[in-house]
């Protein structure tokens, strides 16, 4: 009978948490979507991703250009190992489609993401991208936080060369 008596706050607390109705039950939300939601994390299709990105040698530029944008990015390991490159994203929700480009037709195309303060590549990048880059360099998993909104300052990224990587 004890038993039976212990058990009984366990029933009774099943019996008011409503059993799994559906009109009770509400739509499990990701985290992403709350943090937006309550105004934690900036929503990504809200913001322009036009700026200036890094984190320690890692360098992005974006600056609008008509409906795309010209993006320029540049990984320094330093002893002249390095990447730079530049060309054209175009943007859908969170993912950046990058077409770098080069002398002799070179190109290298991959999708990043956005998320609205951070812009990270693909940990695998085509081969063609080795072509931006000085041996055991890569743009793989490049990933860089937004310094600022500035087309400004994301035009002024220059390469180790000095060439501009964000020029209209």
Known sequence: MRLAAAGLPFLLLAA???GGSAGNAATP???ESAAIERGLVRDPSDSDVTGLYA???DRVCV???GDAYRIGAFVDYGDGLSCAGSGTATR???TLSVRLEGKGGI???FD???DGERITFPANVPAECARFCGP???FAALDADRLSESAAEARALRSADGARLCED
């Open 29 to 31: 939300q990701d985290l």
């Open 112 to 114: 990043a993401r956005f």
């Open 136 to 138: 055991r360099a890569s």
């Open 107 to 109: 190109a290298c195309a």
């Open 55 to 57: 984190r320690d040698t």
């Open 92 to 94: 859908a929700g969170e």
């Open 16 to 18: 008011c948490s409503g």
């Open 63 to 65: 600056i609008r250009k």
